[in-house]
């Protein structure tokens, strides 16, 4: 395929890390995007880390994308003189015996997940609910995904049209389409939750999932530069400021806050610690979460010039460069995708 232009529909974290791998690929693209319809890359903690929890197995993959993730984050902090990727260790409270036990027995086989646990004396915490013992996992960190995002479209900025896409005005040719009397290679759709309205894929691939986070001050506490997990992640934002999240809702998936939520995640910073913490923010976002957790890319059934990328869910600072590159190379030399990530699995 020639290196035309290519159009991308949407600029949250999906859109915005193709078009970081569309140019180094020297392919030339535009974009089409209204931040206002989902601020879900926005408002996310922008977390990694390579393990699931519920039984501490490694994430699907976690070896090859961490390796993707940090080359292609670290290469974007270079570009833009700027810093967003923080590698950050990751503590699990474990309350009892059994928790250690079963942390111990999981670290046998998960190098992710530090053999030797660690004391919380050892950690010198201010203010925080002390559990038995600290399991520390490897190779996790956070993304600023706001730095990154308003750094990334101001280098776009050139070939952005910041509009809501009306799929009534493209023209789907054999070779190319037509937009708004502009002619393009192919469009990828990047869409996020928004997928779910798009008539072009009327398979059901997703299962949107509203998230909700607090911007919370305390200046009692001190948890150093530690992210904490404990039925929810409570990180160090900057000076007194902490992130709690996130929640979980697949009913409600409307950008709003909720009380709900509120309530919720308040109760579960006082799991970590019981002193006052005074919000400051409330956010709220719906992830593009698919059916079988698993992201969705790949070339329409019927239209050889659409693609999607989706899908990311909340893994997505992880899956997002290592698929936009696979993505890329499917397009461009034909590289076949993973059976796991082709969207054709839902229409087959």
């Known amino acids: 395929m020639q290196k035309n232009n290519f159009l991308i ?3 949250g974290l999906a859109g915005t890390v193709l078009a ?7 392919i030339s693209f535009s974009i089409i995007a209204n931040k206002e319809l989902s601020k879900s ?8 880390n390579p393990v699931v929890f519920k039984r501490y197995t490694k994430s699907w993959m976690a070896d090859v994308l961490l390796s993707e993730m940090k080359l292609f984050y670290q290469l974007c902090e270079k570009k833009h003189s700027a810093k967003y990727y923080y590698e950050l260790p990751l503590l699990k409270p474990l309350a009892n015996n059994d928790e250690i036990k079963f942390w111990n027995k999981a670290s046998d086989f998960n190098n992710y997940l530090h053999d030797q646990l660690i004391l919380p004396e050892e950690l010198c915490f201010k203010n925080i609910q002390h559990p038995m013992a600290y399991g520390l996992v490897k190779e996790t960190g956070r993304i600023n995904l706001e730095r990154f995002l308003t750094l990334s479209h101001s280098e776009f900025a050139s070939v952005t049209t910041n509009e809501t896409f009306d ?3 493209i023209i789907i040719n054999e070779n190319d389409l037509v937009y708004k009397n502009n002619s393009y290679c192919a469009v990828i759709f990047c869409e996020g939750h928004l997928m779910t309205s798009n008539p072009l894929f009327n398979k059901t691939m997703l299962k949107p999932a509203k998230g909700e986070l607090l911007e919370l ?3 009692t506490i001190d948890i150093k530069n530690y992210i904490i997990t404990k039925n929810s992640f409570l990180f160090n934002l900057e000076a007194n400021k902490y992130i709690c999240g996130a929640t979980y809702e697949w009913d409600d998936l409307t950008d709003h806050v909720t009380e709900k939520a509120k309530h919720e995640l308040l109760k579960k910073a006082a799991l970590i610690s019981n002193t006052h913490f005074k919000i400051t923010k409330q956010l709220s976002g719906v992830r593009p979460s698919s059916v079988d957790r698993r992201p969705i890319i790949g070339q329409h059934p019927v239209y050889k010039n659409i693609y999607a990328f989706n899908g990311l869910g909340t893994k997505g600072v992880m899956l997002a460069p290592y698929f936009a590159k696979h993505l890329t190379k499917h397009i461009i030399n034909g590289e076949k995708l993973m059976p796991e990530v082709n969207l054709n699995r839902f229409y087959l």
């Open 41 to 48: 890359s926005w408002v996310a903690g922008g977390l990694w």
């Open 217 to 219: 001050e305390n200046e």
């Open 9 to 11: 529909i949407g600029n």
């Open 167 to 169: 799929y009534n005005e």
């Open 20 to 26: 970081h791998t569309l140019k180094q690929h020297q």
